[in-house]
């Protein structure tokens, strides 16, 4: 099994900034693609930016210029750097991985219990 535990959330002005992390452990031999998404009330969840293990990045049109993903391999970890925060950026941000927990085994997708972020004045 693999454990996501995610940290940075909170409440933050318009303009503002947060950074998000997220550290996986367990039985992790690998790990492939790490990323982050999102979900407000009464809409469907959508990614917001991925990384894969070579570096290569992904970011959803509204967050780009203003978020940036990066990951520790070291650390099995994966940030999000949110800055220029806007009110429709509210929504829980989840972590995700894609991990193998042997060599030779297939890839398993893991989701933590995500994370409030809120951007009111």
């Known amino acids: 099994q693999v454990q996501l535990v995610e940290s940075g959330g909170g409440l933050v002005q318009p303009g503002g900034s947060l950074r998000l992390s997220c550290a996986a452990s367990g039985s992790i031999f690998a790990i492939n693609t790490m990323g982050w998404y999102r979900q407000a009330p009464e809409k469907q969840r959508e990614l917001v930016a991925i990384?894969?293990?070579?570096?290569?990045?992904n970011y959803h049109a509204s967050v780009k210029g203003r978020f940036t993903i990066s990951r520790d391999n070291a650390k099995n970890t994966v940030y999000l750097q949110m800055n220029s925060l806007k009110p429709e950026d509210t929504a829980i941000y989840y972590c995700?991985?894609?991990?193998?927990?042997?060599?030779?085994?297939?890839?398993?997708?893991?989701w933590g219990q995500g994370t409030q972020v809120t951007v009111s004045s």
């Open positions: 990384i894969t293990s070579g570096g290569p990045t």
């Open positions: 995700y991985v894609i991990t193998s927990a042997r060599p030779g085994s297939s890839y398993a997708s893991s």
